[in-house]
């Protein structure tokens, strides 16, 4: 096949920034915040100009830092695209809307910046809803811009019209709708500052067409009107005090950790606040990297496919510290039967979460960088004092479940490749340092489970809404942000289909990433749960991927302009990552086929109490009751 050379790329690609190999948590946490300002630092503050609304908004987004913009152009929002072609502002041309958001996405997710996306009105638009769902539900900070027709056309069911706003108003943080051009940079301003701040979220900036074709004068930076808008960052000193007496008192505590110690850039101090209690640590699925996976206090993962030993620890705990989690159902189980003998202290920036799920005996509402340094400065009062919990038979009993009922899998008795192996394997020889996007479903799980992340900010995925598709565009956004990083998706066959398109835009683009594509031939999760649930009746789960080998994934991705790989058994496995990993010029696909039959184990059921996981197939773990 012929790869694409820098000067077969789009122009566009041109105007890429580098950007740093690595960042530390304050440069991560930061990046949102110097981003989200009218005078962002590093960026010289441009004199006020005749320019169109269109003129204005590319102005804007230059003002803000902003390095790069995920969209595809149509009639509503043709005016933005006329300055946008002479602006510093690199535009990443997609291939459809839903992979502009989740590219902006992945963009903001490892580099703590905005991401940012664009489309016109009507369909574009409704094409960003599910990324704009899933941002919405895993906090990202996003600012998506929409064309929409003009507005003596609004509300007559004009050609291309639709109310995204109204269509979006439950899954955005804010939105807004533009009446006149002179509005642009204050309520672009205002966006990104919604977008960064507090807990982050996705924001939609809805302009008319005749507002982007209106003369205005642009001047910078504007003033911010938002009130009543004010994030509480720092704690209640009472609250901090409380939690720091229990947390030296406990004798089964638990540090909870969420996706909101990643969005502050308090990893660091979770560390120290963990070494310094001697608490074990569990970290969901969205704080993966938070806290080291090798660490000696971390438990692991919980919920429905978490370890035994974080489900227990969790479940049998008399102290649970939740540091910007949210206690959703797929980390409680059935929920009234959730840890039932534990107090719950229950930190983060967003008071709605408090108390939504689980009743809060201790809440604290702060940014998780503040809660845990001053949680610091509070147990070492306490233990200055004297106060030290003895958890030494707690840790016993956890080392215990640690050693009997450690992650692991079965190879696969018609001698397949184990998909488990692939991903192990694929961890173990790219390290820690890379960026790993996972797709949703079984793949989703095992790459959680086995590849060990040591880094913050080196897993993304679609956690609260898991969408299918995801994967592609935003390792792809990633990507952008981190060119010096490699940037592995792990991705199933079914949401492969649904995004795969994207490669096109990385191949043309110049953004080579990675995509281990697990090929079992179905729709595995949904298989699992039609094998254990529902009698076997495979209703509507073989994609054909095996039986028919249609498509056939090597052909798709050269056709996509990539470098398509192809490995069946467990004795290639190797030699074909390392191939994949010499390959830093265009896009590499490698199509692992894998069984059909393999399953994410340990499992909760849905609806089910934690006290029912299951280890494998038909095991239920050994547990004493009374040793707690």
Known sequence: MTRPTPETLAHSARRARPAAESATDADHAGATRAAATPAAPGVRTPAPAQVSGAGSLVRSLEALGVDVVFGIPGGAILPAYDPLYDSTVRHILVRHEQGAGHAATGYAQATGRVGVCMATSGPGATNLVTPIADAYMDSVPMVAITGQVARPAIGTDAFQEADIQGITLPITKHNFLVQNAEEIPRVLAEAFHLAATGRPGPVLVDIP????????????????????????????????????????????????????????????????????????????????????????????????????????????????????????????????????????VHADIDPAEIGKNRHADVPIVGDARHVIDELITAVTTEQSAGHRADTTDWWTQLDDLRRRYPLGYEEPADGTLSPQYVIRRLGEIVGPDAIYVAGVGQHQMWASQFISYEKPYTWLNSGGLGTMGYAVPAAMGAKVGKPDTVVWAVDGDGCFQMTNQELATCALEGIPVKIALINNGNLGMVRQWQTLFYGERYSNTDLGTHKHRIPDFVKLAEALGCVGLRCENAEDVDRTIEAAMAINDAPVVIDFVVGKDAMVWPMVAAGTSNDEIMFARGVRPAFDEDEL
Request: avoid cysteine.
């Open 209 to 344: 067409k005749d507002v982007l074709q209106a003369p205005t004068t642009f001047t910078w930076p504007p003033t911010l009107d938002l009130p009543g808008y004010r994030p509480t960052l720092h704690p209640h000193g009472k609250q901090i005090r409380e939690a720091a007496r229990l947390m030296t008192s406990a004798r089964r505590p638990v540090l909870y950790v969420g996706g909101g110690v990643l969005k502050a850039g308090a990893t660091e101090g979770l560390r120290r606040l963990a070494e310094l209690t001697g608490i074990p640590v569990v970290t969901t699925l969205m704080a993966l990297g938070a806290f080291p996976d090798s660490h000696p206090q971390h438990l692991g993962m919980p919920g429905m496919h978490g370890t035994v030993a974080a489900v227990y620890g969790l479940q049998k705990a008399d102290l649970i510290v939740a540091l910007g989690a949210r206690f959703d159902d797929r980390v409680t189980g059935k929920l009234d039967s959730f840890a039932p003998d534990a107090t719950v």
